[in-house]
């Protein structure tokens, strides 16, 4: 079986560990990951959440914070501290630098992304074909007003500095309109038997996905079912802040609103939480099949039950 997943950061690398536990020997996995998280700092090519994905499947995540590298330290930090150059707000530690270095050097040297990327899992094994959307830059931004006026920021300035505490006038993926997608992605799209959205923020990590030309054409055309995993919960994100991005293109924080806002050309299936089971009728009337069942990532064998829910919904609306 060939399975497909858009997918951005914790959420979705948190998702991918419970799909490989529970897919057969030669099943296929691949990730379509989200760059419009990426960002240039000191110099380096930062891609945060295809990073999440490659060490979280490589094993070499920290787990507790989701994202970054296990047993880390921060001395290149805190010299560029010393040195009074920042951002201070972007936490980079050493072992993470290096993945930047040969990241950047690579680039430099002219290899695209989606090559650098599978260069890069060479050494973290992650057992999935991990392909970013695009090989073109893509820089998702944020519209805000603050005391400096309105004006457009880096996504990592809205989410990591700023705590998405001002409101979020309009999201823009930059450079989205003219990027290909990468090598691949079409084609692993058009050739999947299952095409899986877990439960990733739906703005600005599969919604950025999706704003490449042609990728969202590609799902609702492919002959495999779509299935996605609700990341909101009881009205509210799991974590972190999707409602604030979620607000920006009008779209309420709730299990329905999200798959209504994906909406029934690209979702064949929807999974929402037990908290959210009167959100299933809503979600059926609007032409998606729709279960609920635990969509708590609390461990391994609660992760690996979502994955297995997800394939089980799109066994049922094959066809
Ligand atoms: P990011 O790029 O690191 O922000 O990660 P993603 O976009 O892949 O996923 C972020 C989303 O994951 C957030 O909107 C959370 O609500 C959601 N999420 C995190 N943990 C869980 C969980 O245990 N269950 C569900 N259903 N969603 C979760
Ligand atoms: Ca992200």
């Given at each position: 079986m060939r399975i497909v997943a858009l997918a951005g950061g914790i959420g979705g690398a948190?998702?991918?560990?419970?799909?490989?536990?529970?897919?057969?020997?030669?099943?296929?996995?691949?990730?379509?990951?989200?760059?419009?998280?990426?960002?240039?700092?000191?110099?380096?090519?930062?891609?945060?959440?295809l990073d999440t994905v490659?060490?979280?499947?490589?094993?070499?995540?920290?787990?507790?914070?989701?994202?970054?590298?296990?047993?880390?330290?921060?001395?290149?930090?805190?010299?560029l501290a010393a040195y009074g150059v920042g951002p201070s707000w972007f936490g980079l530690g050493d072992k993470d630098f290096a993945t930047h270095i040969v990241r950047t050097q690579m680039l430099a040297a002219g290899y695209p992304l989606s090559a650098v990327t599978e260069a890069l899992c060479h050494r973290w094994q992650p057992g999935v074909r991990l392909l970013p959307m695009s090989d073109d830059r893509v820089e998702t931004h944020v519209r805000i007003t603050?005391?400096?006026?309105?004006?457009?920021?880096?996504?990592?300035?809205?989410?990591?500095?700023?705590?998405?505490?001002?409101?979020?006038?309009?999201?823009?993926?930059?450079?989205?309109?003219?990027?290909?997608?990468?090598?691949?992605?079409?084609?692993?799209?058009?050739?999947?038997?299952?095409?899986?959205?877990?439960?990733?923020?739906?703005?600005?990590?599969i919604g950025t996905i999706l704003a490449v030309p042609g990728i969202r054409a590609a799902v609702a055309a492919a002959p495999a079912p779509v299935v996605g995993l609700s990341p909101i919960i009881g009205g509210a994100p799991v974590r972190g802040m999707a409602d604030k991005v979620l607000a920006a293109v009008g779209v309420e924080a709730t299990a329905a609103a999200v798959a209504l806002h994906y909406g029934p050309e690209l979702l064949d299936g929807w999974l929402v939480d037990p908290a959210d089971a009167d959100a299933v009728d809503r979600v059926t009337a609007g032409g998606i099949a729709c279960r609920a069942v635990p969509l708590l990532m609390t461990d391994p064998a609660a992760t690996a039950a979502m994955a297995r829910a997800a394939l089980e919904l799109a066994e049922q609306v094959r066809g």
């Open positions: 948190r998702f991918l560990r419970g799909l490989k536990d529970v897919v057969a020997p030669g099943d296929e996995i691949t990730v379509i990951g989200n760059t419009g998280d990426d960002i240039h700092l000191f110099g380096l090519k930062v891609c945060p959440d490659m060490y979280t499947l490589g094993g070499g995540i920290h787990e507790e914070q989701g994202w970054g590298r296990a047993g880390e330290s921060f001395a290149v930090k805190a010299e603050d005391e400096q006026g309105s004006r457009a920021v880096h996504f990592q300035e809205y989410w990591v500095r700023l705590h998405a505490e001002l409101p979020a006038e309009a999201i823009v993926p930059v450079g989205a309109d003219t990027a290909k997608p990468g090598p691949g992605v079409l084609e692993a799209i058009a050739a999947a038997d299952v095409i899986l959205f877990p439960p990733s923020n739906p703005v600005v990590s």
